[in-house]
């Protein structure tokens, strides 16, 4: 079958309550036992609060493009007249995806949410799909009167109890409450079943809490815990605790969990029924390590509500092992399942008796506490999600259906809103902007390439040469299902545009005629930031905030964080200011894909050691680099006097070093290794290829005036990757001095030239190139790197060196789709078009 779950009770108000709790831990197994069939998750991007909880429950069970986003205008509170058109627009919204899904069973987690917050559902007329939806109570309309005070939530009730009767199954938490719906909506019975609740085992964990510090707690004590509401008889079962004995009340206390906003005046019918301060305790709200350890450390526990539709908390407490009674109505007796445990929550008496006799009588609470674990193995979500399972499977026949286009959706969705007469008013451009937020408008998933800096400039830097490498591949060969798109922004306007004007430039259309419009996303699409350009991600938080709620991904390549390692290295406004800060920002997103595993480890250290706070899902991955410069996009181009350089490197040995001049590159150390082997007559060259950076105008002037400057000391700025290709096939070795790198791409490419290698003892070095290459100590010692170059020679004038043949280099094509099984989390190899 093809399921879609709704799952708005986990969403909206309801997600720290009951339903809440009941909608995750029930969603979660049905998925795992449900994996034969196709399950899709609708997510309201108006309720994004517990988005990632609900992710990470779902993890390795529901994959990733099967949750669906939608979005509609808030409020729409469903108790107040003046939300009622944009309530109506949401429906429409929400059906019409539904629709797009071609669902053979819809299940809705919860029908009514929705009266202040802005979760919305029904169940559709004429649909072509079956609805089953959960069944917690009836008690809204059995207390009326206390539920239904005024004519706005009495209309809102009974519009969602009709939808509730249009179900085609029930699944009851309990057989009180599937008798309900058959008495009191005279609901077919076959059509009905009951799933019982459970409560997680993690919840039986109780942490080591000081009560006493913590509640003034003092004595042993009877515990309740609910929130307030008149049917949970607060009331009832204080009057029942004050009327004990003197010698009962003076030697244990009544102990009120949550209640909050009822704490005065509950307080005051305490008073009032005559029991002394240190007599009760109020809690007030508490997390889930306070409760268990209210439960675990209690003597015995009470539940006297009139009416419940399951009675979670009973059961929670007997996970603890402990002596429960309780209200002898609605669904309570199935949950306890002994008669002995039971009082009526109306006799003061009959309640009053039960709990003295529970809190001195040890045989008798000895006998409830036995109880407990039978009564605990009874109720499971495994079994739960089993009987619903199989209830459905029994009850459907549908096939499953092909997926269909979105474009035909789209359509529909704004045919359901020009049809509406609710909607006459609605403003068209809200209802299309929403419509295009939700509804793809291909069938293939968007692949957002962030090239931002080089649509600016191509800086010919070694990261742009891997954008341009990596861009390259993606566009000529998308993974299936997926269309590649270049986009950019800047850190002076929000938003994303298409970056297709720089796409015709950079795929040589000669005469471009694209416009850069901004990009739409949907779900299921990723934005992977391959530029660095820090300030513009920082910039674009609230636009990538809103597609992420609408379930978009958002990576970010990173190359190194040598900034922050070595910042003796980097001026001072690029450290924690700019990168730290850079860090900060992209572990707030989805993930980071690092160019290799050094890098991954480091980034993973030092958010450690900052206590970085990381989104929940955020995932940490690494991928190679490719090697083949034609790849690359190469820029093209050989100077004047390049036929000159080449022939100087042929009459001696020559050393070549790629990269920007830097401090950390290690040139300095070089130069001066290099002048120590020529004042010992050793006849060798070296060729330096890169841009002058910073904190280098001593060295580079140092270069400029060198007596061997043209000869055998030669700097190469700004040079094409063709005239970079001629010199690895023109050097006799590469060195690699650099004391930090997020990779070492030069090493790779050089690699695959065959040209040797001679490097510093970095571990991202030996991760690249293993024994393909002859190290040199990671010092700044200029002798030991002299001596080092000359036992190189000795060992390449007999072939005793690291042959560099033994790189396995990757091309471009493999690294891309290295990045993109990081991407998508994908261990196998992906597929690709064509």
Known sequence: MRIVFDPQGALGGSRFRGIGRYTRSFLREFARQGQHHEIFILLNTMLPASFDMLRADLEGLVPEKNFIFWSAEAPIGGMHPENWERRHFAREIWEAVIDSLEPDLLVVSSLFEGAEDDAVSSVPAGRTYLVATICYDLIPLIYSQYYLPDQNMRVYYRQQLEALRRSDFLLAISQSAADEAVQLLRYPIDRVVNIGAAVDVAFGAAPPIDLRERFGISRPYMLYVSAFEIRKNHAGLIHAYAALSPEVRAAHQLVLGGGVGAIEHLRGIATEAGLAEDEIVFTGLVDDGELAALYAQSKAVAFPSWHEGFGLPILEAMMFGKAVISSNRSSMPEVVGLDEALFDPFDVDEMRDLVERVLTDDFFRERLEQNAPHRVAAFTWERSARLALEFLEGRMAAPMRPRDHNRRFVANALDRVNSNHNLADFPRDIASRHIAKTFRRDDRRQLLIDVSRLVIVDAKTGIQRVVRAILSQLIKNPPLGWIVEPVHANANELGYRYARKFADSFLGIRDPWHEDHPVEAWSGDILCVLDLEPDTLIKQRPVLDEWRLRGVKVHTVVYDILPLLLPEYFPDSVGDRVIGRWVRELVRH??????????????????????????????????????????????KGMPDDAMTVLAEMALRPTALMVGTLEPRKGHHQAIKAFELLWQRGIDIALVIVGHQGWRIDELAQHIRSHPECGKRLIWLEGISDQYLERLYGAATFLLAASEGEGFGLPLIEAGRKGLPLVVRDLPVFHEAVGDAAFYFPNNRDESAMAESITKWLELHSVGGHPKAHDVRPLDWSESAQMLFQALTNTKERSQHAG
């Open 590 to 635: 989805d993930g980071a894909c690092c160019i290799s595993e050094t890098v991954s480890q480091q980034l993973a250290d030092w958010i450690d050691a900052n206590n970085v706070e990381t989104n929940p899902g955020f995932r940490l991955n690494w991928f190679h680099l490719g090697s083949d410069l034609v790849s690359t996009h190469p820029t």
